[in-house]
């Protein structure tokens, strides 16, 4: 397994497997952590330049929020509340 400790958008580190990918995203706001679990092969495209909407199109809007920026489903609310207000 190839462990990786470079930030990726919201992804703090990473653990590789050949066919799965162990994702570690830190919300930049609450710094709580979050892990899922993506195809490798994925992943790959992701870091060689795919928007993560390509390379993940299965996966759920809070999900890509997570590896685009790390913020968690409960600061996005709190954010958008406030911004709204
Ligand atoms: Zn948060």
Redesign the pocket.
């Known amino acids: 397994m190839l462990r990786c400790d470079e930030r990726v958008g919201g992804v703090v580190r990473f653990f590789s497997a050949r066919e799965k990918t162990m994702l570690v995203t830190e ?6 952590e979050h892990v899922m679990v993506v195809s490798t092969l994925n992943w790959v495209q992701r870091l060689q330049g795919a928007l993560v909407q390509e390379a993940f199109p299965e996966m759920s809007a809070e999900d890509r929020e997570r590896v685009v920026s790390g ?2 489903p ?3 609310d709190k954010f958008f509340k406030e911004v709204s207000r």
């Not at 919300?27 to 709580?32: R, S, V, Y």
């Open positions: 919300c930049p706001f609450c710094k709580k913020t968690c409960k600061c996005w």
